[in-house]
T-cell receptor, first 113, second 115 residues
Framework: DAGVIQSPRHEVTEMGQEVTLRCKPISGHDYLFWYRQTMMRGLELLIYFNNNVPIDDSGMPEDRFSAKMPNASFSTLKIQPSEPRDSAVYFC???????????FGDGTRLSIL | AQSVSQHNHHVILSEAASLELGCNYSYGGTVNLFWYVQYPGQHLQLLLKYFSGDPLVKGIKGFEAEFIKSKFSFNLRKPSVQWSDTAEYFCAVNPLGRNTGKLIFGQGTTLQVKP
């Protein structure tokens, strides 16, 4: 099993640019989660999907953030326009059913200059 | 609102010392409980989980946790820590009654083990 795959691992870009983070969940997992981790705010749930449908996006900080899951094997988190305060590690996780342990990807370390 | 509280933000221990990290949650229904560990620069990994049955659960690397329903607690323990246990530890709760896959994470506890 390849695990949850995220790309890119690192992203450095200038303020105002569009950033797209990608995630491939474990095959057969029906739930997909996007988290953001910073020193100041810890681990925050941004949005999660069940069977490709967004269930709870209450953690998305503002309209600059959007997430999609066009099929069961791919999801994107987009920030447009990006700001320095968006700098963080973004994790994707998946789980086969509700209540089961979540499997995390290696994360994308995002730096906005 | 449901929440998970980890009592200690930063713990410093010497090798071979015993560890106990506190975790309390606020939800009156049935829950699944988890402890995750995040080693420096890595992603979160599952340490152990509790779904039902024996309230004392054993996980990887000698860790265990005890679920005390009356106290809404799920404390993590290890009899003798090693330098390699230096990491951040997260308690998480899935409130089953809400029919959601979402985990509610505590704020994390940073453990530093001195060699």
């Amino acid at each position: 099993d390849a695990g949850v795959i995220q790309s890119p691992r690192h992203e450095v870009t200038e303020m105002g640019q569009e950033v797209t983070l990608r995630c491939k969940p474990i095959s057969g997992h029906d739930y997909l989660f996007w988290y953001r981790q910073t020193m100041m705010r810890g681990l925050e749930l941004l949005i999660y999907f069940n069977n490709n449908v967004p269930i709870d996006d209450s953690g998305m900080p503002e309209d600059r953030f959007s997430a999609k899951m066009p099929n069961a094997s791919f999801s994107t988190l987009k920030i447009q326009p990006s700001e320095p305060r968006d700098s963080a590690v973004y994790f994707c996780a998946s789980t086969p059913t509700g209540g089961q342990p979540q499997h995390f990807g290696d994360g994308t370390r995002l730096s906005i200059l | 609102a449901q929440s998970v509280s980890q009592h200690n933000h930063h713990v410093i221990l010497s090798e071979a010392a015993s560890l106990e990290l506190g975790c309390n949650y606020s939800y009156g229904g049935t829950v699944n409980l988890f402890w995750y560990v995040q080693y420096p620069g890595q992603h979160l990994q599952l340490l152990l989980k509790y779904f039902s049955g024996d309230p004392l659960v054993k996980g990887i690397k000698g860790f265990e946790a005890e679920f005390i329903k009356s106290k809404f607690s799920f404390n993590l323990r290890k009899p003798s820590v090693q330098w390699s246990d230096t990491a951040e530890y997260f308690c998480a709760v899935n409130p089953l009654g809400r029919n959601t896959g979402k985990l509610i994470f505590g704020q994390g506890t940073t453990l530093q083990v001195k060699p």
